[in-house]
């Protein structure tokens, strides 16, 4: 995600990072460059004079401009939804905390450095571990080493050969929770609203699944970027009889912006991914890290991400 204060004057024309101009600069050149040639051919190719007037464009930009912007809400909705999602997850990783280290008894009050032989400990570690585990499942990365640390060394080992690795830990805290519960160390109503955290945090996983397991349907996504292109491609023989030498200039704004929602929804469509314009998925399993492992009152905290070159993954 770009994290940087608005551009102003000059600088909103220069910036490159996070602007979709160096995704769509190829086909951008192949516009401009087939305007530049209808102009200096005004319009003639092969000898054959090609008259097209404004009227079918106009008639077809229209629909093209609403069904991009349409497209590109659509996309906007998954990627807002996968944001709230994340944000849930966040909140219910601090509930769970709080609930197992106020609603769970122990022998002794918790202590980080009991590490995890205490089951109030273990859980919300693993809580840390399933946001983890759940960023790298949906950015399909390999099992993260640093989750070592978080968990016994058996579990981790079954987290390596789980297919599903953030339903494996819910898994998990659920025998936790009915440990907790077998040995009398918390009541039944109690207990049934960890478990209701715990489900909470399953559905939020569950549905980040959904958004990235169904895109958008590939005949919409096609019919849009053919007929994009198409109109793009033949808009220079429209206009080189109205507006002479200028044609390029006006074909290469209009190309920018259709290319360009075109693009832009492409990124939107999967928010999850490594793209400057995805959500920071590394930068709130941090945050989460760090709140859960501050409740436990540890004192070596992660520092939080920064930025790096105005881009927060």
Known sequence: ?????????????????????????????????????????????????????????????????????????SAYDRFWEGRKLWGELVLRSRNLARQCLGLIDGPQPVNVSDGLGDLR?????????????????LRERPLDPGLARLLPPEEYEALAHAPNRPDYLMQRMGQDLRASLKEGRIEACLAANIDATLSAMTGAAASCERIKNTPIPFSYTLLLHRTAYLYCFLLPFGLVDSIGFMTPLVCAIVAYTFFGLDALGDELEEPFGDEANDLPLDAICRAIERELRQALGDPDLPPPLAAHNYCLT
């Open 121 to 137: 400990v273990r859980m919300v570690l693993r809580a840390v571990a399933f946001s983890h585990a759940l960023r790298d499942m």
């Open 1 to 73: 995600m770009i994290i940087r204060d608005r551009p102003s004057g000059l600088k909103l024309f220069l910036l490159l990072r996070g602007s979709v101009l160096p995704r769509i600069l190829p086909t951008l050149v192949i516009n401009v460059a087939i305007a530049i040639l209808v102009t200096w051919s005004h319009g003639a190719m092969g000898g054959l004079k090609i008259t097209l007037t404004t009227i079918p464009f106009t008639l077809i930009g229209l629909p093209v401009a609403i069904f991009l912007g349409f497209r590109n809400n």
